[in-house]
């Protein structure tokens, strides 16, 4: 079993090499969109586990601050009400250190279909040690490198390096989107790519799903086909 794992994480090592450093984009960039404009929900909807619960049960705004609050529980997420399809995505995120749960959430890429736990997408994970391995839900395709696919679940492709920041600080999430490809950046750094995607418009989901968690500066920048 050691010299299993030891062979795992040999070949994701070599994955994080084989990681392009920089992104072509197939396509001319428009004008960028603020998805949250830092003082409401216009733009988003909402689902939750419990059908008894409001929107503002679970997510809050720190006007002041420009901050989207999600208290991670129950199980759930926003959304947006419009669809896209190819973009790219930028937002910022931290874990409230007070907060000792799960520290799980995600991004939902392409989201189709009915809302539920968990709807058919891309997630571009965000659980703490973990932000940057992508997870398939409900049959969505997505190829990477073997060697990422986790031994253990095979809808979860492992990132190629760790470029989180300490709980409570703020990291930046940017989201390429683009056609049947899909890159994840944060903090600057590729950590995880892939093609084969389904080019079909969706929409985009934030997570509560275990712990605080904060978002702000969530723009998008459509890529123009």
Not at 97 to 109: A, F, I, Y
Request: charged share 25%; with cysteine; glycine share 10%.
């Amino acid at each position: 079993m050691k010299r299993a794992v030891g062979l795992f994480m040999l070949l994701l090592l070599c994955a994080s090499v084989a990681l392009a450093q920089t992104v072509k984009i197939e396509g001319k960039l428009g004008k960028e969109i603020l998805l949250f404009n830092g003082r409401d929900f216009c733009g988003w909807t909402y689902f939750l586990a419990d059908p008894n619960l409001k929107m503002e049960d679970v997510w809050s705004i720190d006007g002041d601050r420009g901050i989207l609050i999600c208290k991670g529980r129950p199980a759930g997420y926003i959304r947006t009400v419009a669809d896209y399809t190819n973009y790219i995505l930028k937002l910022e995120w931290r874990w409230a250190p007070e907060d000792k749960g799960g520290r799980n959430s995600g991004v939902l890429l392409r989201m189709q279909g009915p809302d539920k736990i968990w709807p058919k997408s891309i997630e571009a994970q965000l659980m703490s040690g973990s932000a940057g391995d992508f997870w398939l839900i409900d049959g969505v395709r997505l190829d990477t490198d073997p060697a990422r696919i986790n031994p253990n679940a095979s809808t979860n492709r492992i990132k190629a390096k760790m470029a989180e920041k300490p709980i409570g600080e703020w990291n930046e999430y940017e989201i390429i989107v683009d056609g049947d490809r899909v890159v994840l950046k944060i903090n600057g750094q590729i950590v995880n790519e892939g093609s084969g995607a389904d080019v079909v418009p969706g929409k985009i989901c934030l997570q509560s799903e275990g712990a605080e968690i904060h978002f702000r500066n969530i723009r998008l920048i459509p890529i123009l086909k």
